[in-house]
């Protein structure tokens, strides 16, 4: 059986703050998506809609397409006065928002941008969690994304609730059916950085509502993020695996680099890795 074509993407952010430098890039390395996070340090869920659609404008004449807001939503405490154990990467506060509706803003600004996908997480991560605290936010997430018909895609994170792809899995598991535009972002570097790879159960629960996956690699031992292929997760096992179980016909392949010390290059050499590791799977990027 063929697998899923892999619509590459790259997250906006990871190869430099400004629009010229992703634009550039994509041209360089015949990308045609950019998954968008933050333009010149500033969040887009921190922007007013007047400047999200200047971006939108911006991609859209440089033929580039954005399949998903790569939102900060619910990467924030759930209790008042909680606080994340460690750093949180491209942390938010909710605050920054020009509006008092920071869901109902998110979803405008995905519209603007084209986008038919926005991701969110599970809250920083506390103690007593249990799947079943998120439902109230997520029956809103849902009304919202019905409203503008856009997917969901909630992210394993590791300074959230829901950091290995066990704890996502336990969430899709323990719930009641999910809705259909709420999906599980599996992120096997995510998982692999908690020293939790993926079991086959987990791969298999998850797998036939995937439609969005993130991409990085790790030097276990050194415990840092590098390119896509430099590292010690097992891609193309994990790939192949993952993919095997996915029944949507593509998926978006998103290459999330996380070296900011040599952004634009390192995720150079992911795209390049990606392309490799596509081809000794078989499986076809679009």
């Given at each position: 059986?063929?697998?899923?074509?892999l619509a590459?993407?790259v997250?906006g952010?990871?190869?430099?703050?400004s629009?010229?430098?992703?634009?550039?890039?994509?041209?360089?390395q015949?990308?045609?998506?950019?998954?968008m996070r933050?333009?010149?340090?500033?969040?887009?869920?921190?922007?007013?809609?007047?400047?999200?659609?200047?971006?939108?404008?911006?991609?859209?004449?440089?033929?580039?397409e954005?399949?998903t807001?790569?939102s900060?939503?619910?990467?924030?405490?759930?209790?008042?006065?909680?606080?994340?154990?460690?750093?949180?990467?491209f942390a938010?506060?909710?605050?920054?928002?020009?509006?008092?509706?920071?869901l109902a803003?998110?979803?405008?600004?995905?519209?603007?941008l084209?986008?038919?996908?926005?991701?969110?997480?599970?809250?920083?991560?506390?103690?007593g969690?249990a799947?079943?605290?998120?439902?109230?936010?997520?029956d809103?997430?849902?009304?919202?994304?019905a409203?503008?018909d856009?997917?969901?895609?909630?992210?394993?994170?590791?300074?959230?609730?829901?950091?290995?792809i066990?704890?996502l899995?336990?969430?899709f598991?323990?719930?009641?059916?999910?809705?259909?535009?709420?999906?599980?972002?599996?992120?096997?570097?995510n998982s692999?950085?908690?020293?939790?790879?993926?079991?086959?159960?987990d791969?298999?629960?998850?797998?036939?509502?995937?439609?969005?996956i993130?991409?990085?690699?790790?030097?276990?031992a050194?415990?840092?993020?590098?390119?896509l292929?430099?590292g010690?997760?097992?891609w193309?096992?994990?790939?192949?695996?993952?993919?095997?179980?996915?029944?949507?016909?593509?998926?978006?392949?998103?290459?999330?680099?996380?070296c900011?010390?040599?952004?634009?290059?390192?995720?150079?050499?992911?795209?390049?890795g990606?392309?490799?590791?596509?081809?000794?799977i078989?499986?076809?990027?679009?």
């Open positions: 059986m063929a697998l899923p074509r590459l993407a997250i952010d990871e190869i430099g703050p629009l010229a430098e992703m634009i550039s890039f994509c041209t360089e015949d990308v045609r998506r950019l998954d933050t333009v010149g340090g500033r969040n887009l869920l921190a922007m007013t809609l007047d400047e999200v659609a200047a971006i939108a404008r911006t991609l859209k004449s440089a033929g580039i954005v399949p807001f790569v900060p939503l619910l990467k924030w405490p759930a209790i008042d006065g909680a606080s994340a154990a460690g750093p949180v990467d938010f506060d909710p605050k920054q928002c020009p509006q008092k509706d920071v803003h998110a979803f405008d600004i995905a519209t603007a084209g986008a038919s996908r926005i991701r969110v997480f599970s809250h920083l991560r506390h103690p969690f799947p079943r605290d998120l439902l109230g936010t997520f809103r997430l849902m009304e919202l994304a409203r503008h856009i997917i969901v895609e909630l992210e394993n994170e590791p300074v959230c609730n829901l950091g290995s066990a704890e899995a336990r969430f598991r323990e719930l009641p059916p999910p809705a259909a535009r709420l999906r599980p972002l599996v992120d096997i570097g692999y950085a908690m020293a939790a790879p993926p079991a086959e159960a791969i298999a629960l998850l797998a036939p509502r995937v439609d969005l993130h991409l990085k690699d790790r030097d276990i050194a415990r840092r993020t590098v390119s292929g430099d010690n997760v097992p193309v096992k994990e790939l192949r695996r993952l993919l095997a179980g996915v029944e949507a016909s593509e998926v978006v392949a998103s290459i999330e680099t996380h900011p010390a040599d952004g634009r290059n390192a995720t150079a050499r992911s795209v390049q990606l392309r490799r590791i596509a081809g000794e078989g499986a076809e990027i679009v």
